[in-house]
């Protein structure tokens, strides 16, 4: 195992999150510490993109809404790489996603806002449980 | 001249006296402006005074005493005061008519007035008097009534003149047919019974004299009756015509039907409204997530860390934040539900629970069912075959057809003029279900709808409801949602009140869940 390959392994985390309203990143850092998983939080969808490469995580939470690159193109992006993670949308409202839903060949979870952080738990749950951990 | 026979017998001093005043009185009559003649027993000329020569253009020969009134008649010819008749017969004819009334034209165009009369003692008194103006006057006048008139009947504009009084002195054709009145039976009405009751206090202050300072012309809104039974808005204009302050000629009202135009401009205020509603709503309801979302995780970040305690004051508190969060939800439901409103035909979805649904869209309506004593049943199956179609488009879909009903209702009461001796208001919701759909039938025992009505109710902005009522949005967003489930709605008139019948094809076959 390379150096670079240790580097990148010990940066790896369970969960990104993207989402651009600092109060609801802070809300969910919260539920994700307390949940005991790893994360990684960024804000707007080009650097999801970059941060990928380097966080390599296994479930991605995504708002739909985002500065730039929105969270739909973000998630068709992301669903073409190899060994994608799960991705949540988070919506504020259902429309756009029965939009990106029909524009996409792969649908993808999707949780109306304000969320119930149970379910986000769950997902994460599955997603790790399916996928256990590299290390 | 009664005169003369009675100072026939006087003595001669006094004789003297009456030679003194007939002289007098010849030369008072000779200098009168008003034309005159006299003929004696024998139909001579006695006297012709001046304004009569110079109004008849009578020759020195035919105003010397004597004249006969053939020859002065034949004068009269030349001047054409026998127009075409033969003159012998003509001639005739008048000297056995005691009291002559006519009128003629001069070939200048002078029209004279002739008024002869027969005197006690035998003989003729000619009144002449040049009546051109006023016969020119006259002319001008119906002919421009006479154009006024057209003018005024051939456009939609109900004109109406009234005197001083208020009395009805002049309605045109608009306004007999609106009224559904002959023009005879409108002229000497007062010009408010024509106003809806309740209007009248408003309109009768325009029927009162204005100061100098004040506006001449006013414009006021007010109902009328149609003569088909429909209240109709009317916009006025009137005018009053007075020639000093307090003193009335007349009241000249230019009336417009405004009824279309008012339930338009209300429409599209409201449509703008909406409209903006719809633009702001997007952009609301996200950023009024953005909030609501990260409180809610903030109240379950809370809820997860206190965690299992068990104790009752931590029992307590977990009791309280958890109506915090069910609050919050509801905004959240709320942000949504009002998404879907102005959205309604944009969601997917699928709803299992139509029992649920109609018990939900029922309490959305029941306080004002129960303010105004309406009963509602439903009979329903307490299993549906699940319907394409979210909760809210359907409960979009019951809560309009429900309250259509309740108005419907509102409206058979005040149409029958109280509530006292009315049948109760009554709604009935019956649901079947089928292999491949689901019917709803709401039927009420309100005013039904009326046939005019029945292929445009579920038009967009039609309403049968006075203006500033519905907004005539309800039935076709209704409309609209089913048609978009690929259902049916359609309205029918019953014994009494209405009945409208949703069909929703099922999914259980084509397009499973």
Known sequence: MSLEEVRKRLRAVDVMVVEDDLPQCEALRDFLEFSRVTFHIVHDGRSALQALEEYRPKVLILDIRLPGLDGISVAQEVSKRADPPVTILVSGHMDSVVEANQSSTQPFRVIEKPVNLNVIGRFIRQALERRPGLE | ?513
């Not at chain 2, 414009?219 to 000093?244: P, T």
Request: charged share 25%.
């Open chain 2, 1 to 513: 001249m009664p005169m003369t026979s009675k100072d026939a017998p006087a003595a001669s001093g006094d004789a003297d006296q009456s030679a003194v005043r007939r002289d007098h009185i010849s030369r008072a009559v000779a200098q009168m402006s008003r034309p005159l003649a006299v003929f004696d027993a024998g139909q001579r000329l006695v006297f012709v005074n001046r304004a009569a020569i110079e109004l008849l253009r009578l020759p020195e020969h035919i105003t010397r005493p004597g004249t006969t009134m053939r020859d002065y008649a034949r004068h009269g010819e030349t001047r054409g005061a026998y127009g075409s008749s033969d003159f012998e017969h003509e001639f005739e004819r008048r000297l056995r008519t005691p009291r002559l009334r006519m009128e003629y034209t001069t070939p200048e165009g002078t029209t004279i007035q002739l008024e002869r009369d027969q005197l006690e003692q035998g003989g003729y008194a000619v009144l002449y008097t040049d009546v051109t103006e006023q016969r020119r006057a006259e002319a001008a006048l119906q002919r421009s009534e006479a154009r006024y008139r057209t003018i005024v009947e051939d456009q939609g504009e109900l004109i109406l003149r009234c005197d001083g009084e208020g009395l009805i002195t002049f309605v045109n054709m608009a306004c007999c047919q609106f009224h559904g009145l002959p023009r005879m039976r409108m002229l000497g009405r007062r010009v408010t019974d024509l106003v809806y009751e309740e209007d009248r206090d408003g309109v009768a202050p325009f029927f009162a004299p204005r100061r100098d300072d004040e506006e001449r012309a006013r414009e006021i809104e007010h109902r009328a009756w149609r003569h088909d039974g429909e209240l109709r808005w009317l916009r006025r204009r009137d005018r009053v015509i007075q020639n000093r302050p307090g003193e009335i000629l007349e009241f000249q009202s230019v009336i417009n039907d405004v009824t279309d135009i008012r339930a338009a401009e209300a429409q599209i205020s409201q449509f703008s409204a909406l409209a903006i509603l719809g633009q702001v709503s997007a952009g609301v309801t996200h950023e009024l997530n953005q909030p609501l979302n990260a409180a809610s995780m903030g109240v379950q970040n809370v809820l997860m860390r206190m965690g299992e305690d068990n104790s009752r004051s931590g029992m307590e508190i977990r009791s309280r934040i958890e109506k915090v969060l069910e609050q919050i939800e509801r905004m959240g439901a709320i942000v949504n539900h009002l998404r879907t409103f102005i959205q309604p035909t944009s969601r997917g979805g699928v709803s299992a629970d139509l029992r649920g649904i109609i018990e939900f869209s029922i309490d959305m309506v029941r306080h004002h069912l129960v303010v105004d004593e309406i009963d509602i049943s439903v009979s329903a199956p307490d299993a549906c075959a699940p319907v394409p179609g979210d909760k809210i488009q359907l409960e979009i879909i019951l809560t309009n057809l429900l309250t259509n009903a309740h108005a419907s209702i509102l409206r058979r009461r005040r149409a029958e003029g109280g509530d006292a001796s009315s049948e109760r208001g009554r709604i009935a919701i019956s649901v079947s279900s089928g292999d491949s759909a689901v019917e709803m039938r709401i039927a009420d025992n309100g005013a039904g709808i009326p046939k005019e009505a029945l292929d445009r109710i579920f038009d967009p902005f039609f309403t049968t409801q006075e203006v500033g009522g519905g907004m005539g949005l309800g039935l076709s967003l209704a409309y609209r949602i089913v048609t978009g489930l690929g259902g049916t709605i359609s309205a029918a008139n019953l014994a009494r009140g209405a009945e409208f019948t949703v069909v929703i094809p099922t999914t259980s076959k084509e397009n499973p869940a």
